[in-house]
């Protein structure tokens, strides 16, 4: 398509209607032959990325013993808790039950697991159960560290201006409840995001970005401040994208704070406190002090972290993200380094990007090839190139549609029809309408 042409809304529904946008963002292929097998898979986390795979593992092998477990009934979708927390969705928009999305024929076990041996390949579960396995995949997610801030603590959430929009369906609508209260009355917002890895890295700006520009509808330019601040050095960790967001920051007087790490909330006073960290000018040497900010809304993301099972077991890297204990893994195959009957999916994986829905959508095959491949006594050829896809909110009805690689290219899906460092309505309606069909196919085993 010519990129001198402006692609309409008409367009845009024509497209996705025909099954052209749908096949772009779902990367459907020819599917290989089932195998008959009587392997015994075991899938920790029926979240986006075990139930995918359960969808596609159904459909490849004949005969194979799959079980997944997750103590949670719920299924949230992850993505829309960004438009809850700014009041454009209801809660009820991520939730649906873990069952609706599960295949016939396989075990479903409602329980968290305790322990996993990797030496014995079996995990016991909550209630004592040992489930043997051939082949183990975890999926099990992240814990949100909400512990590891002072002061803090999630009942906190909705009131005395605070939010924390990642805590859940519930908690981000909460967080409506105090970031409207801000974009009504003004006042000092203040965003945060963590130091360690964390899910939708792009989470915090689309918050901020949103809080921004409904306040300025609202209460009106002059009468709030936005204040981002963030551990890290950069905006984004994508150099080009990173340089855009400080432009649009400029643009819209919304002020970043680098090097700043929120350790503990004073609730009562509504001051923050930060670990900044810089350079001693005459020694070259690393500093910290603590400073205090004050605010009126505070959004907190805290710390991520794997689950206590995967760091307790012996499958977590040891010489980086010790602090984190993401699954020790090959980038490329997402196969363990150590067991090769081990395979990690999503946000639990220890790879230097991947913590998305989209991300997912890409991992899944590429486990799916090498787990059945060596059912069959072969090498998978599949590799996972980093695939990380941010659809940048910047403004209620205004996006960027963000895609990258472990080496930080660029790597659109739309060449010469959307612009990744635009923002366009196009990219907020593949977040808004487009985004969550995609999803859903793909837990469904269709992407």
């Known amino acids: 398509m010519n990129s001198n042409i402006p692609l309409s809304r008409r367009m845009f529904l024509a497209l996705a209607a ?50 997944i477990l997750d103590a949670r009934k719920e299924h949230l979708y992850q993505p829309g808790l960004s438009l809850v927390a700014a009041g454009l969705k209801p809660a009820s928009y991520t939730v649906s039950q873990t069952t609706d999305w599960l295949p016939r024929g396989i075990n479903y076990i409602n329980e968290s697991v305790a322990e996993i041996d990797p030496l014995a390949r079996s995990i016991t579960t909550a ?41 859940g369906p519930d908690y ?9 209260k801000f974009t009504e009355e003004g006042g000092v917002a203040l965003m945060t995001r963590p130091s360690t890895e964390m899910k939708c890295a792009g989470a915090p700006l689309k918050h901020a970005f949103l809080v921004e520009d409904i306040a300025n509808r609202t209460v009106g330019e002059g009468k709030y401040e936005i204040h981002y601040a963030a551990p890290q050095s950069s905006l984004f960790g994508v150099p080009i994208v990173a340089e855009k967001v400080r432009m649009l920051f400029s643009e819209r007087g919304i002020a970043a704070h680098m090097r700043h790490e929120l350790v503990s909330v004073d609730p009562g006073r509504k001051l923050a406190r930060f670990r900044q ?127 990258f690689d472990y080496r930080n290219n660029l790597v659109p899906s739309f060449p010469g029809v959307i612009a990744p460092l635009e923002e366009l309505w196009i990219s907020w309606l593949m977040k808004e309408v487009a985004l969550k069909a995609t999803y859903n196919a793909m837990l469904r085993g269709k992407a």
């Open 277 to 403: 960290t810089g350079l001693d000018p005459n020694t070259s040497a690393e500093v910290a002090s603590v400073v205090e900010l004050p605010y009126d809304y505070l959004h907190v993301i805290p710390p991520q972290r794997a689950p206590d099972v995967i760091r307790q077991s012996g499958l977590s890297w040891s010489d980086k993200w010790t602090d984190q204990g993401w699954v020790e893994c090959d980038q490329s195959t997402l196969r363990h380094l150590r067991y090769p009957e081990i395979f990690a999916l999503g946000d639990v994986a220890g790879v230097p990007k991947g913590k998305t829905a989209a991300s997912v959508k890409w991992q899944v095959p590429v486990v799916e090839d090498h787990l059945v491949a060596a059912i069959g006594g072969r090498e998978g050829t599949a590799s996972y190139n980093g695939y990380t896809s941010c659809p940048l909110i910047t403004r209620v009805g205004r996006a960027m549609l963000i895609e």
């Open 127 to 167: 209630s004592g159960q040992t489930i043997g396995y051939d082949f183990l995949v975890l999926a099990p997610g992240l814990v949100l560290d909400h512990d590891a801030i002072e002061g803090f603590s999630l009942d906190l959430v909705g009131t005395n201006g605070i939010g924390a929009l990642y805590a």
């Open 172 to 180: 981000a609508a909460k967080t409506w409840e105090a970031a409207r």
């Open 18 to 67: 025909g099954g052209g946008l749908s096949a772009a963002m779902t990367g459907t292929a020819a599917r290989a032959d089932r195998i008959k097998t009587s392997a015994r898979v075991v899938i920790i986390g029926a979240g986006a990325a075990g139930t995918a795979l359960a969808n596609r593992l159904v459909e490849r092998l004949d005969g194979a013993e799959i079980t």
